[in-house]
């Protein structure tokens, strides 16, 4: 069974900086597209970068230049560095594992509070 965990969300101020971490079990970690999506109150869920198994990144236009996805095959983890820290970026994040033609995962979701 697919499991993920996300970790790392909290307050921050604007122009700061977080890490968020997921840590996947129960697969073979290296051949899935790992993906952060995020969803603000009211808004639908949106995602903000993936990686797939060779390592291609791709990112949502709003995060390009401030965040970074990034995945470790070894320890099974997948993060998302997260720099110039916006308002806008206030959300839930998840984490999400994909393996088509199987059924995606997603992580509980973490809080990201971006606020002075």
């Known amino acids: 069974q697919v499991q993920l965990v996300e970790s790392g969300g909290g307050l921050v101020q604007p122009g700061g900086s977080l890490r968020l971490s997921c840590a996947a079990s129960?697969?073979?970690?290296?051949?899935?597209?790992m993906g952060w999506y995020r969803q603000a109150p009211g808004k639908q869920r949106e995602l903000v970068a993936s990686?797939?198994?060779?390592?291609?990144?791709n990112y949502a236009d709003s995060v390009k230049g401030r965040f970074t996805i990034s995945r470790d095959n070894a320890k099974n983890m997948v993060y998302l560095q997260m720099n110039s820290l916006k308002p806008e970026d206030t959300a839930v994040y998840y984490c999400?594992?994909?393996?088509?033609?199987?059924?995606?995962?997603w992580g509980q979701g973490t809080q990201v509070t971006v606020s002075s």
């Open positions: 129960g697969m073979i970690f290296s051949i899935y597209r």
């Open positions: 999400n594992a994909r393996l088509p033609p199987t059924p995606e995962t």
């Open positions: 990686i797939t198994s060779g390592g291609t990144t």
